[in-house]
T-cell receptor, first 111, second 118 residues
Framework: LAKTTQPISMDSYEGQEVNITCSHN???????ITWYQQFPSQGPRFIIQ???TKVTNEVASLFIPADRKSSTLSLPRVSLSDTAVYYC????????????FGAGTRLAVHP | GAVVSQHPSRVICKSGTSVKIECRSL??????MFWYRQFPKQSLMLMAT?????????EQGVEKDKFLINHASLTLSTLTVTSAHPEDSSFYIC??????????????FGEGSRLTVL
């Protein structure tokens, strides 16, 4: 299973765009890249998933370069409620395949 | 999105007793569920993969006789912490994937169950 590396922590201010980059040098051909958000004492919540290029949904964008060895989660105009831990996971997302969590990035959004 | 529910959300027990945590997929069938454990300020650690109708697959270092997993139906998996000790105190989280092997269904997580062993 591909190992992921993310910054341990990041700080931002309300209204700013936040970009969190994840390295996954050993990503396999079948692997997808998925980002989750976790608040204290809650289960992780799905944010976005992609395979290559760019994916955008109502809460975030995911940028994946051609070599797929890294990915960047972009959160536009963060608010205080975006303070959480963000996890980048890499793996084949088919039914039986497990996903391993890395250390995650602790994002703190300040007023 | 799909809903995965855990019960109880919090449990306090005495050392030596056993505790059962339930994980239910409320609006979809889950052939496979996953159990994670999370200590304070740490990431989620995968404990085991729960397969409906068969034995669970445990990760290296996880005692299968201590953490009993039963996946009796397509919507329910249970984790029983047997003879619990204070070091088993943790946040236990289950997850399930909606969809088939071939697609890229997202993983849905339960709310978590906080176990405190006195």
């Amino acid at each position: 299973l591909a190992k992921t590396t993310q910054p341990i922590s990041m700080d931002s201010y309300e209204g700013q765009e936040v970009n969190i980059t994840c390295s996954h040098n050993n990503i396999a051909t079948n692997d997808y890249i998925t980002w989750y958000q976790q608040f204290p004492s809650q289960g992780p919540r799905f944010i976005i998933q992609g395979y290559k290029t760019k994916v955008t949904n109502e809460v975030a964008s995911l940028f994946i370069p051609a070599d797929r060895k890294s990915s960047t989660l972009s959160l536009p105009r963060v608010s205080l409620s975006d303070t959480a831990v963000y996890y980048c996971l890499v793996g084949f997302s088919g039914g039986y395949n497990k996903l391993i969590f890395g250390a995650g990035t602790r994002l703190a959004v300040h007023p | 999105g799909a809903v995965v529910s855990q019960h109880p959300s919090r449990v306090i027990c005495k050392s030596g007793t056993s505790v059962k945590i339930e994980c239910r997929s409320l609006d979809f069938q889950a052939t496979t569920m996953f159990w994670y454990r999370q200590f304070p300020k740490q990431s989620l650690m995968l404990m085991a993969t729960s397969n409906e109708g068969s034995k669970a697959t445990y990760e290296q270092g996880v005692e299968k006789d201590k953490f009993l997993i039963n996946h009796a139906s397509l919507t329910l998996s249970t984790l029983t912490v047997t003879s619990a000790h204070p070091e088993d105190s943790s946040f236990y989280i289950c997850s399930a994937r909606k969809g088939s092997v071939a697609n890229t269904g997202e993983l849905f997580f339960g709310e978590g169950s906080r176990l405190t062993v006195l």
